[in-house]
């Protein structure tokens, strides 16, 4: 399925979560805004791989963005901390500088959760998270008391360069997404499938019944098997427009 999302910038900030059913970025753009929606700009913004990523000498530069990498995560929280807030080390709400009894273990840029809270950082120093971008992912900004555990989140994220300049709240991501189907669920749940699919799905299912009798006509299976090609392409010439 394909959607279409926005994610407001932050001044100075380098990294942003994507869905976790993400499967991949189609199409993305930097709206730029002076607050007028009669003047915003859509600009396009180049999509680079993580080894040109890795290149860029000073991520940290601020402008208006002009390259993306798509960095892919599992979207799974680590079941065991890595490590706790150091002791005498408390956090509020607003802190940007988050002291860690130890940091080696961390990814150098990312997402970590402590208690309820998702928080993104890009820079670490020694045992100290600096420039912390709070409440990420959905989730509210609060204060966390010393030896709080600290989790690793694996969210898939998008890596913008330059940093948005101030005020970053000009810039707006904008990008259509390919996401997964959700589960069915306990079987109370509506499938996701579009219904343009349906054919196909009753097709192909016929055709893997089919395929389980032993008794079953392999001519049969063949002529159903032809039907799901057929059933199937037509759905998918709509998706591409052909």
């Known amino acids: 399925t394909v959607e279409q999302g926005q994610i407001l910038m932050n001044t100075g900030q380098a990294i942003y979560p994507i869905p976790v059913d993400t499967i991949d970025l189609l199409d993305t753009t930097v709206r730029q805004s002076n607050g007028s929606s009669s003047n915003q700009i859509d600009i396009n913004i180049s999509r680079i791989s993580e080894s040109t990523y890795m290149t860029i000498p000073n991520k940290n ?10 960095n892919r995560q599992s979207g799974n929280i680590a079941s065991i901390p890595q490590t706790t807030l150091a002791t005498g080390y408390p956090i509020t709400a607003t802190s940007t500088t988050i002291t860690l ?5 961390l ?3 990312g997402f970590i959760n402590i208690d309820n809270e998702t928080i993104g ?13 709070r409440g990420q992912n959905g989730t ?18 998008i890596n ?24 069915a669920g306990n079987g109370v749940t ?6 343009r699919f349906i054919p196909a799905m009753v097709s192909g299912l016929a055709y893997h019944l089919a395929m389980k009798l032993p008794e079953m006509d392999m ?15 037509v759905a998918a010439d709509i998706v591409t427009g052909k």
Request: net charge negative.
């Open 61 to 70: 530069t601020n402008g208006r963005p002009i390259q993306v990498w798509y």
């Open 160 to 183: 913008v360069w330059p940093t948005p300049n101030a005020p970053g709240d000009q810039y707006t991501f904008v990008y259509y997404r390919m996401r997964s189907m959700q589960d």
């Open 219 to 233: 001519n049969r299976a063949v002529a159903l098997k032809q039907v799901y090609d057929e059933t199937f392409q």
């Open 101 to 105: 009894t130890d940091a080696s273990g």
């Open 107 to 109: 990814p150098t840029t």
């Open 121 to 133: 950082y890009q820079n670490i120093v020694g045992n100290q998270i600096l420039n912390a971008w």
């Open 140 to 157: 509210t900004a609060a204060s966390h008391s010393a030896l709080a555990s600290v989790y690793v989140n694996n969210l898939p994220c």
């Open 190 to 195: 509506t499938q996701d499938i579009p219904f």
